[in-house]
């Protein structure tokens, strides 16, 4: 199995519309502030004009101009009472003094505002939704833009309360508050552990499972992927998350019309999928025997390969997580391999009369286990293979070395490469059947190739040369039919090369 380092969720910066820093609608309390400054100015001119006629030699205001004053007083008092402010705060002297609490301004698609992280921490908890949202989005676009901005958040214990703001009522401080989160945990462990410390994981998945908006699945996806690269938070994320993400969108996506789940969420999921598939072998038996998780994936891969979509970043995550999930399979899932492993049995004991009790596919090394034709898996097959028996039906297989052909994608290659590697290494029956069945001619192909083209990549050149290994070890006669001139020059490049 391959031991990349897990996937990390990057937030997109194509366009404001697909970033999840997309800025917050502040238009209501925007006029708002807008209309007490314009109030402000129109008191401060009155108030100017009064001095002025006090300069000339009048010592009184026109009965207007109080009614006008005392006007503007009464709405600015109104403007700041839903505000949410205190008229405490204006001091009308010789001079007016407005102290508006900070809030945000906005300038076309660029936020910017005078506001501290404390005070936005501290917005947080209000009881006003309209503070709540500006400190959620104050939070969300500085963590985007800085790492610093994380470890701060984290000091103000600002996490907690974000948490808390995904029950709001509020569709927009809910989806606000999610993206805030989703950006405090992008490449920050400690984030991502305080948030499973306040309860946050099972939220998260509540949230998930009740959404109707498809700002607010990518947000929550977002977040269990970033969530998903702890390998202390992962039993948890099994738990809770696989249910929910199964039901809401991998089933409906790979068997559905996907009118509910977009292609981004998607791949999110699947991405999130891929990092808890890499954890330890009970996470991997779970995900075996997930109902209908391995027939999605397939599904997709099968979908990738017929439209000939290999650059596909989905793609990747779900060959990825085959690739896992077929990791020390026939020690983990030993009940796949019965029927392989009896009709192997009877012809190993055929071939090898004078090592009858010798355990595996080997024979001994003056009578090589050798047969006239490639194995026969219609015997054993199902004809219509679902869940765990698609890790390693000849269908499947098939997809693989036929993405083997079609793409050029280093980590795409690595993957399916890894996946036979799976199958193979072991010293047993069912890795000879797998070697001498499927994997001869592919093997060879990209042996001869050097390291040219797509063999630049030295894990895919490993994986092909350790099937390989293993099929010159137990299979003289294949040895002998594809050893070439060219292949031996290949293989001294390759050599050279390491």
Known sequence: MSSAEPLKSAISIRSSDDTSLALPSANEYH????????????????????????????????????RGLCLILHTIQQDMAELNLSWRSFQVKTRVKVSLLKVFSVNGNSLSSNITMQEAVQFLS??????????????????????????EVFTLNGIPPLVRLLQSPNSQVKS??????????????????????????????????????????????????NLSSVDNLKSDLLKNALPVLMERVILPYTTGSRDTVSAEVFCHATACLRNLSSAKEASRQTMR?????????????KECVANC??????????????????????????SLFINMNSLAKNMISNVSQNNANSVGCFSAPSKPLQTDRPFDYAVIEEPQPNGAGLLIHS?????????????????????????????????????????????NPNIVYVLSKDT???????DTLALACQAASGLVLNDVEWTKRHLSEKLIKSLNGISQNM
């Open 176 to 225: 606000t508050a999610s993206a805030a989160l989703r950006n405090l945990t992008f490449q920050n462990n400690k984030n991502k552990e305080e948030i499973q410390r306040c309860d946050g994981i099972p939220e998260v998945v509540a949230q998930l499972k009740a959404s109707e908006s498809a700002e607010l699945d990518k947000q929550l996806t977002g977040l269990l992927w």
């Open 395 to 439: 269908k499947t297989l098939k997809d693989y070395l036929s993405l083997l052909s079609l793409t050029e994608r280093q980590p795409l290659q690595d993957a399916c490469w890894g996946i036979l590697h799976n199958l193979t290494a072991r010293e047993s029956a069912v890795s000879y059947i797998y070697s001498i069945s499927k994997l």
């Open 126 to 151: 209000s009881q006003d939704e309209k503070y709540q949202h500006c400190g959620a989005s104050y939070i969300q676009h500085n963590t985007f833009i800085s790492d610093k901005a994380k470890e």
């Open 289 to 301: 025997k997930c109902r209908g998780l391995i027939d999605g994936l397939v599904a997709y891969m």
């Open 452 to 458: 040219a083209g797509a063999n630049e990549s030295d």
């Open 309 to 334: 979509k290999t650059e596909d970043e989905t793609l990747g995550h779900c060959v990825s997580i085959l690739h896992n999930l077929t990791f020390h399979l026939e020690e983990e899932f030993s």
């Open 31 to 66: 006029s708002r502030e807008q209309r007490v400054k314009a109030q402000v100015q129109s008191l401060r001119r009155t108030k100017s004009r009064h001095s002025s006629s006090g300069r000339s030699g009048s010592t009184s205001l026109s009965p207007t101009s109080k």
